[in-house]
């Protein structure tokens, strides 16, 4: 008994035998490597996951504060663009970004020879373009579903594309026609369901149905007014881009900025400050959860921008803009999960038509740009799939 404890005391794993007396020594586990923070940070699917995230978080909450009975948009408005400039430049103060700090008086342009602007004078009038962009789209989804102002807001790529041939020199190919077509028919399905479902739920000659079509031809009519205020915008932010050299963050902190005065001046004398309105728009049962909503979502503002240059960077232009149009999906799902959105065969084949119309563009635009390199013609007009601040992001990074 001693001599076998001995003997397995001092044995030794010699590996296989494989003939002649030659032993294989024996074969390491392999133990797979634990992904890295930096590789996680540079897959694809984390800047993608975040932006389609950061999208659906600023879409829902801004439908929970925009309730029906909430009056104080530009409040909201200010409130948003306030925390946006207090949070980067707090990441300014800490060292994280860099943008060029306001000062009317620094850094001046000429817009003509003979007449120098400053940078805050040439970026004003961007700022109250996107004044009207912000405030109508708050009325539009104030009165709309989620599902439909996402199918909606389609129109403003056929709006912007005819702006960019005008104003840049751009072209729509056919297959760019046909996504048209896509986005104008799954705007009318939706329409048709909102409408159908109405009649449907209160009497085709009820008080209550006569109310509630009177309302989505309200949420219509600023949606219509925000599609031509958001083209407009972004056609001019992009001269105004072109003009200044701005990067991302600079676009940012400049909206922002100069938006709160006038946001701040418009809610105080064009917005109702009484005890009942104040009672009326922050009820005392919610009161706490539509505050911390609404200062979420100005942080959203700052997250939208920063993982849609994130996006371009890891990924590429024609990828960014694929994950926009699918992105529509679960924005509009989102409507259906958490508020009262109508799900029926009408609303639900608008969302699938809207959807497949912002895929078949993205493919248009990235074919266009395709063509475009290979007859080695200036692909300016095709970077039109990536809106102007993600493209001066992209810019950004590379610098």
Same mark, same amino acid.
């Given at each position: 008994? #001693?001599?076998?404890?001995?003997?397995?005391?001092?044995?030794?794993?010699?590996?296989?035998?494989?003939?002649?007396?030659?032993?294989?020594?024996?074969?390491?586990?392999?133990?797979?490597?634990?992904?890295?923070?930096?590789?996680?940070?540079?897959?694809?699917?984390?800047?993608?996951?975040?932006?389609?995230?950061?999208?659906?978080?600023?879409?829902?909450?801004?439908?929970?504060?925009?309730?029906?009975?909430?009056?104080?948009?530009?409040?909201?408005?200010?409130? +948003?663009?306030?925390?946006?400039?207090?949070?980067? +430049?707090?990441?300014?103060?800490?060292?994280?970004?860099?943008?060029?700090?306001?000062?009317?008086?620094?850094?001046?342009?000429?817009?003509?020879?003979?007449?120098?602007?400053?940078?805050?004078?040439?970026?004003?009038?961007?700022?109250?373009?996107?004044?009207?962009?912000?405030?109508?789209?708050?009325?539009?989804?104030?009165?709309?579903?989620?599902?439909?102002?996402?199918?909606?807001?389609?129109?403003?790529?056929?709006?912007?594309?005819?702006?960019?041939?005008?104003?840049?020199?751009?072209?729509?190919?056919?297959?760019?026609?046909?996504?048209?077509?896509?986005?104008?028919?799954?705007?009318?399905?939706?329409?048709?369901?909102?409408?159908?479902?109405?009649?449907?739920?209160?009497?085709?000659?009820?008080?209550?149905?006569?109310?509630?079509?009177?309302?989505?031809? #309200?949420?219509?009519?600023?949606?219509?007014?925000?599609?031509?205020?958001?083209?407009?915008?972004?056609?001019?932010?992009?001269?105004?881009?072109?003009?200044?050299?701005?990067?991302?963050?600079?676009?940012?902190?400049?909206?922002?900025?100069?938006?709160?005065?006038?946001?701040?001046?418009?809610?105080?004398?064009?917005?109702?400050?009484?005890?009942?309105?104040?009672?009326?728009?922050?009820?005392?049962?919610?009161?706490?959860?539509?505050?911390?909503?609404?200062?979420?979502?100005?942080?959203?503002?700052?997250?939208?921008?920063?993982?849609?240059?994130?996006?371009?960077?890891?990924?590429?232009?024609?990828?960014?803009?694929?994950?926009? #149009?699918?992105?529509?999906?679960?924005?509009?799902?989102?409507?259906?999960?958490?508020?009262?959105?109508?799900?029926?065969?009408?609303?639900?084949?608008?969302?699938?038509?809207?959807?497949?119309?912002?895929?078949?563009?993205?493919?248009?635009?990235?074919? +266009?740009?395709?063509?475009?390199? +290979?007859?080695?013609?200036?692909?300016?007009?095709?970077?039109?799939?990536?809106?102007?601040?993600?493209?001066?992001?992209?810019?950004?990074?590379?610098?």
């Amino acid at each position: 008994m #001693a001599d076998d404890k001995r003997r397995d005391d001092y044995t030794i794993e010699m590996g296989e035998r494989n003939g002649e007396n030659s032993f294989e020594p024996p074969r390491p586990v392999y133990t797979p490597p634990a992904p890295s923070r930096r590789s996680l940070v540079n897959h694809p699917m984390t800047p993608i996951l975040s932006y389609c995230g950061s999208s659906i978080l600023m879409t829902v909450l801004n439908k929970y504060v925009l309730s029906p009975n909430f009056t104080l948009n530009f409040f909201l408005l200010g409130v +948003q663009g306030l925390v946006c400039v207090t949070f980067i +430049q707090s990441c300014k103060t800490m060292g994280l970004i860099t943008y060029r700090d306001f000062n009317a008086d620094e850094a001046r342009k000429c817009m003509s020879h003979s007449s120098p602007k400053s940078f805050a004078y040439i970026w004003f009038p961007v700022s109250l373009l996107l004044v009207g962009m912000i405030y109508t789209g708050s009325k539009a989804i104030q009165f709309l579903s989620i599902p439909v102002y996402t199918i909606f807001k389609n129109l403003t790529i056929i709006i912007t594309a005819y702006g960019e041939v005008l104003w840049f020199g751009g072209s729509v190919t056919r297959l760019t026609l046909f996504s048209f077509g896509l986005i104008v028919l799954s705007s009318v399905v939706a329409a048709w369901a909102d409408i159908q479902h109405a009649l449907s739920s209160y009497g085709h000659v009820s008080s209550e149905a006569n109310a509630k079509i009177s309302t989505l031809n #309200a949420g219509y009519m600023w949606m219509l007014i925000n599609c031509f205020c958001t083209s407009t915008y972004l056609l001019f932010m992009r001269k105004r881009i072109k003009l200044t050299n701005f990067k991302d963050f600079d676009t940012m902190f400049y909206n922002n900025l100069l938006t709160v005065p006038i946001l701040a001046l418009t809610t105080f004398f064009f917005e109702d400050w009484s005890a009942a309105s104040l009672e009326r728009n922050f009820p005392p049962e919610s009161r706490n959860n539509i505050i911390l909503a609404m200062i979420t979502t100005g942080l959203g503002t700052v997250f939208i921008s920063y993982t849609s240059a994130w996006c371009v960077r890891v990924t590429s232009g024609a990828t960014y803009s694929m994950v926009g #149009a699918l992105n529509k999906i679960p924005i509009a799902v989102s409507g259906l999960v958490f508020f009262d959105a109508p799900v029926t065969v009408p609303s639900v084949s608008a969302i699938a038509i809207g959807a497949s119309s912002g895929i078949v563009y993205a493919v248009a635009k990235t074919r +266009q740009q395709q063509a475009s390199k +290979q007859v080695g013609l200036p692909t300016t007009a095709a970077a039109g799939m990536v809106s102007a601040s993600s493209q001066s992001a992209r810019d950004s990074m590379r610098s």
